[in-house]
């Protein structure tokens, strides 16, 4: 497969790890990786990388031009926290980078384009449990409102233009190598890691708070499966439900304590949890599974033992 791909806001957390297993199975000069700022020395040096603004269309194209870019993943965003703080700036950072790479694609500089969009879609009138893929989407975060318009301007560049544009709903990832950062569904990562530093984690979500989440391995692997994918068989062109596990922070405390049985849990919920409310409490990713054969690998139990080995 000869592909040459750019990745935009390559040094966030998913970012990060995406790039690393792209040039793994692509070859690293193949793989771009670009971000508004610096990452890394390790990660800069580790492969070709620009400094670009993903809002910024000339220093897209430039970098297209300059490596013959057949694929570009637009990683870049602004999570559900930070963009209730900052309402303006992200809806100007989350669509103009994703109208900026339809419009390229449509010009026909690039082939293929990865979008990812989020369980934020959904809001307070979707159903909870099982989520479908088709339902009431009225999102109440500023997060969810550019996730789900995105969506739609995923699909209309694909219906009138013909752009093989794909994207993801993400639940919360998790991870190690790379905090993730203005998420509500952090938590679950940060948890692992006050849990190793200092035995103790202060909650801003309550102890029953279920919420639909992902290690970042399956994440990857879904991502790129999906855009390995035969253009055929891709039958939804908003963005794919995709699940794992759904968990509490109760439940995840619990499993924690089986490795770190002086774990304690205590819970101070902030504005955060109002978002966590709105969202879906279980996912249904049937249609994934079904077109394209996804599978996922993690549950809450390998999760955890993996988390605190690589952390620790
Ligand atoms: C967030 O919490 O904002 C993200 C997401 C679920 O898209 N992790």
Redesign the pocket.
């Given at each position: 497969m000869s592909e040459t791909i750019l990745v935009l806001g390559a040094c966030g957390q998913i970012g990060t790890e995406l790039t690393q297993k792209l040039r793994e199975i692509y070859g690293k000069d193949n793989v771009i990786a670009s971000d508004i700022r610096e990452g890394s020395k390790e990660f800069v040096d580790a492969g070709p990388f620009e400094i670009i603004d993903a809002k910024n269309r000339s220093q897209i194209l430039e970098a297209i031009q300059k490596y013959n870019v057949t694929q570009v993943y637009l990683m870049a965003a602004m999570?559900?926290?930070t963009?209730e703080k900052l309402p303006q700036k992200a809806w100007n950072l989350n669509m103009s980078s994703l109208l900026v790479v339809l419009e390229l694609a449509r010009e026909k500089h690039i082939k293929q384009v990865y979008w990812?969009?989020?369980?934020?879609v959904f809001g307070n009138t979707s159903p909870k449990i099982d989520t479908p893929q088709k339902t009431i989407m009225e999102p109440s975060?500023v997060?969810g409102i550019s996730?789900v318009s995105g969506e739609h301007w995923c699909n209309y560049y694909y219906e009138k233009f013909g752009v093989d544009v794909r994207s993801l709903r993400?639940?919360?990832?998790i991870s190690w190598k790379t905090r993730?950062g203005?998420?509500?569904?952090?938590y679950a990562v940060d948890i692992y890691f006050k849990a190793q530093e200092e035995g103790k984690y202060e909650c801003f979500l309550n102890e029953k708070t279920r919420?639909?989440m992902m290690y970042m391995n399956d994440a990857i692997d879904a991502t790129i499966q999906l855009m390995q994918t035969e253009s055929n068989n891709i039958k939804t062109r908003t963005a794919y439900n995709l699940a794992a596990m759904s968990f509490t922070p109760a439940e995840i405390a619990q499993e924690i304590k089986k490795h770190i049985p002086d774990f304690s849990i205590s819970y101070n919920p902030d504005f955060r949890q109002e978002?966590a409310d709105s969202?879906p409490q279980v996912i249904d990713d049937n249609n994934a599974r079904k077109d394209w054969s996804w599978k996922h690998q993690f549950d809450l139990e390998l999760m955890t033992k993996e988390m605190l080995k690589n952390i620790s």
């Open positions: 999570l559900s926290a963009a990812p969009s989020s369980i934020a975060t997060y996730k993400y639940p919360g990832i993730p203005g998420g509500t569904t952090d919420l639909p978002i969202w």
